[in-house]
């Protein structure tokens, strides 16, 4: 048996996930991924190590240190609990889309099937306060397109590959999300960019030669557009979550309002407790999927 | 006094380098990283340590523990040792890209001058056997072109930004190199692409939809092209620092050569050794360059 969206990759073959530093001759992936049935992915280690230890206890009730897969590796984390995996996927899309083609084909030898992708992410927000959670509905590069394009992909070659968003899964989460937690959820237009100070236009970066016009002029074309959130991952989540076959969801919090700022000017404890909203936005998807209330 | 780069950042403007967790308000820049001549980046964590380590011992004769004054943040590591400044970039332009803002800043408040960029990689060779080291004369993005061009860069706008390489900076790491060293150090044409599995012609990525003839070709086009070793970094590191008015060098070793293989084979003890060729490579350059034989 191959690999559907890459004939050369056998179920038997044997392979060294090299970033995850996994040997799956080493390493029986059925018997210990079989049953995962969400990949749950955020930027930075710490935050998904903390999301794992919240998964574990809110959905299975315990609190032990949850198990690094990825522990032969400095450049990702890996925790599995119950039917959910977790990563950190860094900055990014390139570094998204390592860690995705290797956790693709690790569901590939574990034999795992209709497993879904969500993104927790944080973000600027674009109209919305600070706190406020995000569902992606839509998402759109710097130009506004909804199109992945990168000059470098494909042997070399530019290809375009237009994104969609599941609407269903969209209204499953937002459904589940909005009956349950006491804060703000919205739905909107994501806008994916890969800089996080000029794409964004930030006027704080090392590099700014565009002028406090320019970037509300910026905002207000995002605004027009129906974009909510700015971020740096998305596009390449749904793009590559979509080519292998899966679905995918991105839930980001938005850690300040970009139209009143350029960085969070909130203390740190609120901003951990907006960080760990995502968290239960996807718990109650969770649970509503496993049919835990 | 403004940044060049950016009139709006203003030298006692106070500012926290978000993504190093570093409060220029609370941490004296000036003070701590005034001497700073040297910035020498790689993408791996516990690499960076390995070198900032290195450093201590070969350069400054001691083998304290480095302080890593990232500590806030699990983004990046940042360790100064002497005049020479370590970080990790994670893995693609983008994540490299916040770093590079947050260093450039830094390097304002601390008043440094005549800073030199180096990044440390690894790399795939084209061509070069495995364990050889590549001093990178020329950029080029996967059509071969000396262009770093995003969709979304600048306020959502594509920019397309040419790319060059200090040649006198090239020659003086190359000269003290090959004197000193007992491995092979090439110069060549860099290829930096944006995805480690099918931008650099894989077969092993969980995505492809090209055949083995294809990739064949692609590498032979690459070779044509005086190409010696693909990687992700690159394009940024040149384009950014030339951007922010520092000259930038790109030495990385190859784990593999391409044309035979898609993974490293070699073992693990082999791989770390090449890892730390590199190493030398930029301390006998750093040493000359402060004098020190």
């Not at 674009?126 to 470098?152: H, K, M, R």
């Not at 609407?167 to 499953?172: C, H, K, N, Q």
Request: with cysteine.
């Amino acid at each position: 048996m191959s690999l559907k969206s890459n004939p050369y990759i056998k179920l038997n073959g044997g392979d060294f996930l090299y970033h995850l530093g996994i040997d799956t001759s080493q390493v029986n992936c059925k018997e210990i991924f079989h049953d995962v049935k969400f990949v749950c992915l955020g930027g930075s280690t710490n935050r998904m190590l903390k999301f794992a230890k919240f998964i574990n206890e809110n959905l299975n009730g315990n609190s032990e240190e949850p198990y690094n897969y990825a522990y032969k590796t400095d450049r990702y984390c890996l925790y599995k609990t119950g039917p959910i995996l977790i990563a950190n996927h860094g900055i990014g899309v390139p570094s998204l889309s390592v860690l995705l083609n290797e956790i693709f084909k690790l569901l590939f030898y574990a034999q795992c099937s209709d497993v879904i992708f969500i993104r927790l992410g944080t973000c600027g927000g674009i109209g919305v306060e600070a706190g406020t959670v995000v569902i992606t509905d839509n998402v759109v590069n710097g130009e506004l397109e909804p199109i992945f394009s990168y000059v470098s992909i494909k042997l070399g070659k530019r290809i375009n590959i237009t994104t969609t968003v599941d609407a269903d899964l969209v209204r499953e989460i937002y459904d589940h999300s909005s009956q349950n937690n006491s804060f703000t959820i919205v739905r909107g237009t994501t806008c994916s960019v890969d800089c996080f100070y000029e794409a964004q236009g930030r006027l704080d970066g090392a590099l700014c030669d565009y002028t406090e016009e320019d970037r509300k002029q910026f905002f207000e074309k995002l605004q027009r557009n129906g974009v909510k959130n700015l971020e740096m991952e998305s596009l390449g989540l749904f793009s590559y979550c979509h080519r292998a076959g899966y679905k995918a969801a991105m839930i980001a919090v938005a850690l300040l309002n970009r139209l009143e700022a350029d960085e969070p000017t909130s203390n740190i404890d609120m901003l951990k407790e907006w960080e760990s909203r995502p968290f239960y936005t996807v718990l109650n998807f969770i649970r509503s999927k496993l049919d835990i209330v």
